[in-house]
């Protein structure tokens, strides 16, 4: 992806929140902070912590980021909590 793309791409994105669909089919906004729990050991998290994603970041590959206690981590090492 060039960055010109990437730049189209983050003008329609806002750090602060996050649209997420439900078990039953219902799209939510989430505003940050919102919280999460670890499903898998990562940094110096651990599985069963719940925590606060405090930014919504994106990488260059498109993938998504939570910022947790000023770290980056991948989004698939979360579920989140409603």
Same mark, same amino acid.
């Given at each position: ?15 602060? *929140? +996050?649209?997420? /669909? =439900? ?7 989430? !505003?940050?902070?919102?919280?999460? %729990? ?10 069963? *912590? +719940?925590?606060? /994603? =405090? ?7 498109? !993938?998504?980021?939570?910022?947790? %206690? ?11 909590? +409603?």
């Amino acid at each position: 992806m060039s960055d010109q793309e990437l730049a189209e791409l983050l003008k329609h994105s806002n750090p602060k *929140e +996050i649209y997420v /669909v =439900t078990w039953n089919n219902r799209l939510l906004r989430l !505003k940050c902070p919102f919280r999460v %729990e670890v499903i898998t050991n990562v940094g110096l998290l651990l599985k069963g *912590e +719940i925590v606060l /994603v =405090t930014e919504i970041r994106v990488t260059r590959e498109i !993938k998504t980021v939570y910022i947790i %206690e000023m770290n980056a981590y991948y989004y698939y090492h979360f579920d989140i909590l +409603i």
